[in-house]
Structures are given as C-alpha cells and as structure tokens.
C-alpha cells in the first residue's frame, strides 16, 4: 500500500536535516582537527616555535604564530608559570585570543619574575651561588572552536640553571716585592654568572699564616658585580712578608661573601 505524501515529504525532510547535520559535525571536526593540530606544531617544533629570552626581571615568550585553517573563529588563552629551586617566580596569562577563520596571529607573553623570593631563601640562594638548580616553566593553553569545541592541555619543561659563581678560580697573578721585608701579593679572581641573577656584593679575604698559628693576613674587601650570563674578573691584593710566600706552596684562602644580608663563608686554594 502507497505511503501517504505527508509520510514521504517528512521522511525526505528528516533524511536531508540528518545529512545537513552530519555534514556540519564534519567540517567542524575536520576545522577542530587541522587547528588542533597546527597549535601542537606550533608548540613543538614548526614555524610556529616559540622563542624563550630572560632578561633578569621578565621571561619573555615570543615568535608563537598560529593560524587557524578552519571555518570557525578560534580563540586561545595561554597561562604559564616559573619556578626554580620549587620557589613560585611568578605567572601570567594572555587572556582569550581570538583568531578569525584563514588567518594567522602572532602570540607574545612576558611573565614578570619576581626573583626577590629567590634573594629571600637562604638555602636556594646558596645553591643558586655555588651549585645552580633546575628551572621549571610549564604553560596551559586553552584552546576552542566557537561555539562548538572547548578543549585544554598542557606541557612543560625543566631547564638547567648554571652557578651564580660558576667555574669559581683564584689564581696569583703577581708577587712584587714592596721594600725589604714585605711583598705585594695579587691573587685573580675569576668566574661566570650562569645564573638569572644580578650578582652583587663584597668578598672578604684571608690568608692564614704559614708561620703563626691563628695568623691572617687580610686584603681589602672587593665589590663584586655581575649581571646574569656575564664574566666576571677581579683582584685581591695582600702585603705579606716575604717568608709567607715559598714557591711552588699550596695555599688556602679563607673567604666570606656577603650578598643581600646574607654571608656565605668557604675555603679556596691557590698555588704559588
């Protein structure tokens, strides 16, 4: 028996309705896919390869470019946060972007590091100085297709931190003698900052007698000052009497630096 017209017509407007849809669940699937897609190449290893710069104040990330490829306005929000030694630096986000169907943006954030925690942890200020420590940066990136996908990940990495007193070394540099008794010692002091931090403060030194026990002959204190990734070369001058300095003889230094209220006091070793 013949369907009605009614029957058929609503069974055609069904069929197309479910076609139209299945059709749009697609594009926007295969839209989500290509953007998805395209925002881990940009945050792995495409042209899209973000660059990372510290200054000493702010991490700076730059040269993210993002494209969306589909037919749906695509928007991105990224947060990022830093820390050293455990110690939180700081965080920022750069709030919703939104990038219109075939274009590209170029996405910059700059992350304020608050580095006076650092200053105000003993323990991880001494190992910053002497040892270096392990920088984390780890970045959310919340990620949609509007007003269909929503969706988030995350990632990361740790990076290395070398010594604020990295490659430390005390060499003489001279000895010259001042009039019949005494000499003039200049003993070189010598190291990298391979540390984020601005490197200020005065280094005492003293050399223990050879001759009489709880003897220390003392130079004057020397201003130490290095920015961060910088070299750094200064001197210590001593006036010893001549019989202090043999040739050839192993000698210990006693030194105590003091930085941001703190004293930090070790040993070092120079060879005539």
């Known amino acids: 028996m013949e369907q009605p017209l009614a029957s058929k017509g609503l069974r055609l407007v069904t069929l197309a309705l479910s076609i139209t849809l299945i059709l749009i669940l697609s594009t926007i699937a295969y839209s989500a896919y290509e953007d998805l897609a395209y925002v881990f190449e940009g945050l792995g290893s495409g042209e899209g390869m973000p660059q990372f710069s510290v200054n000493g104040t702010h991490l ?94 995350g990632g990361g990495f740790n990076s290395s931190i070398g010594a604020a007193l990295d490659d430390l070394a005390f060499r003489l540099q001279s000895l010259e003698p001042m009039n019949d008794t005494h000499v003039k010692a200049d003993v070189e002091m010598e190291f990298t900052n391979r540390s984020p931090l601005m490197i200020n403060g005065v280094l005492h030194a003293a050399l223990p007698s050879a001759r009489q026990r709880n003897l220390l002959y003392a130079s004057d204190p020397l201003e130490v000052s290095a920015p961060p990734n910088q070299h750094y070369l200064g001197h210590l001058t001593f006036q010893l009497p001549k019989e202090e300095m043999k040739s050839g003889a192993l000698y210990i230094l006693n030194l105590v630096f003091e930085t941001v209220g703190y004293k930090y006091e070790w040993n070092a070793a120079f060879r005539v």
């Open 60 to 153: 700076a990330l730059s040269n993210l470019v993002l494209a969306n490829r589909g037919v749906y306005p695509l928007h991105i929000e990224l947060s990022s946060q830093v820390t050293i030694g455990g110690v939180d630096l700081g965080s920022a986000s750069t709030g919703k972007i939104i990038i219109p169907p075939k274009t590209q943006k170029e996405i910059n954030l700059t992350l304020p590091l608050d580095l006076t925690r650092v200053y105000s942890d003993y323990s991880l200020l001494k190992t910053m100085l002497f040892n270096g420590t392990m920088a984390s940066f780890r970045m959310v990136v919340g990620f949609g297709l509007q007003p269909f996908v929503v969706a988030s990940f």
